[in-house]
């Protein structure tokens, strides 16, 4: 019998249905049966507490029920959990998307889904803050991690509007294309950036990726809206 485990991403990511009776019934088993894995944006930043491993630990089979699963994948894999050598099904659970809009979620910073990460860059050029660290993956090709995610302005999702392989996820968004609600969102369309950009700084960027045509124009207006807002800083 997989074990059921009902992550929630924090406290202001409120479901809509009581997430333990739905789980139980799904699994066939009582509510006192289901694990809680709450806070998981917090436990994802201090995997050191054990509190995510704890709930791994054992087993190799497991039902997964959460508001944004793929969010709860990026964030235990950010944390440290293989989820790639587990036999996880995840069930996705109706949440309150206006209680989002009211009051951002915090921690807030991004995960990187990396069934879809291509390792461009793009997302460490166009932050200002810091957040990513480029290493090297291999001899040829390098690869980018979130390395100071609490540097990341809440509100703020300005970078995950850029990312051409829809990679970026802000667990506490309430956009359901950058918050990882959608399982498979569209890759970006690839558009010329170079000439949109005038005196922007954004321009060394745009010489830099030119050739590649990576970045769809409209996001890149919207992402340049969004980091405005949320830091006042260009
Ligand atoms: S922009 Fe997207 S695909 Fe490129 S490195 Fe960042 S997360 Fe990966
Ligand atoms: S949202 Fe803004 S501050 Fe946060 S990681 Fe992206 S570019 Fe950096």
């Keep these: 019998m997989p074990r059921a485990i009902l992550a929630t991403l924090g406290a202001r990511d409120r479901l809509l249905v009581d997430g333990v009776a739905v789980l139980a019934a799904h699994c066939n088993v009582s509510d006192s049966s ?18 995510m ?6 087993e190799t089979s497991f039902v997964v029920a959460a508001a944004r699963p793929r969010a709860v994948r990026a964030l235990l894999t950010f944390g440290g959990v293989a989820c790639d050598d587990l036999n996880i099904a995840w069930l996705a659970l109706p949440f309150d998307r206006e209680a989002l809009k009211r009051e951002y979620g915090v921690p807030w910073y991004p995960v ?13 050029d166009y932050c200002l803050f810091s957040v990513y660290s480029r290493e090297p993956r291999n001899a040829t090709a390098e690869r980018v991690r979130v390395t100071s ?86």
Excluded at 53 to 58: I, K, S, V, Y
Excluded at 184 to 199: I, N, Y
């Design 53 to 58: 491993a704890a709930c791994f630990a054992g």
């Design 149 to 234: 995610p609490l540097n990341c302005k809440t509100g703020c999702p300005a970078c995950s509007r850029l990312c051409p392989e829809a990679a970026l996820i802000f667990p506490f968004c309430a956009e359901a294309e950058l918050n990882g609600e959608i399982e498979a969102p569209q890759r970006r369309s690839p558009e010329a950036l170079a000439d949109a950009l005038g005196d922007d700084p954004m321009r060394v960027l745009a010489e830099r990726r030119a050739k590649r045509q990576l970045i769809d124009r409209e996001k890149f207006v919207q992402a340049e809206r969004d980091r405005m807002l949320y830091s006042g800083t260009l």
């Design 34 to 51: 289901v694990i809680r894995l709450d806070d998981l944006a917090e436990h994802a930043l201090h995997p050191e507490d054990g509190v």
């Design 112 to 124: 990187i889904d990396r069934t879809r990460c291509s390792g461009c860059g793009t997302c460490h």
